[in-house]
């Protein structure tokens, strides 16, 4: 698993598997899940993170958004 934190716009991605992304739904309008062609959970994306109360998070990883 590897999280990573974008502070700049309070995006968290938390990736489960390597596997190819074959599909994402909208749980609401803040969380994205994407998952794999087998139905497993491949990747969480949180909008607003620390605005919506899933932060503070460390993740061990923060980096810039390019």
């Known amino acids: 698993m590897k999280t990573t934190y974008y502070p700049q716009d309070d995006i968290l991605e938390i990736r489960f598997s390597d596997k190819e992304i074959v599909s994402e739904v909208s749980q609401d309008w ?25 932060m503070p998070f460390h993740s061990g990883e923060n980096r810039t958004a390019a």
């Not at 994407?34 to 109360?53: N, Q």
Request: hydrophobic share 50%.
């Open 30 to 54: 803040n969380v994205n899940v994407s998952y794999a062609e087998d139905g497993t959970i491949v990747e969480l994306v949180v909008l607003d993170a620390v605005k919506t109360g899933f």
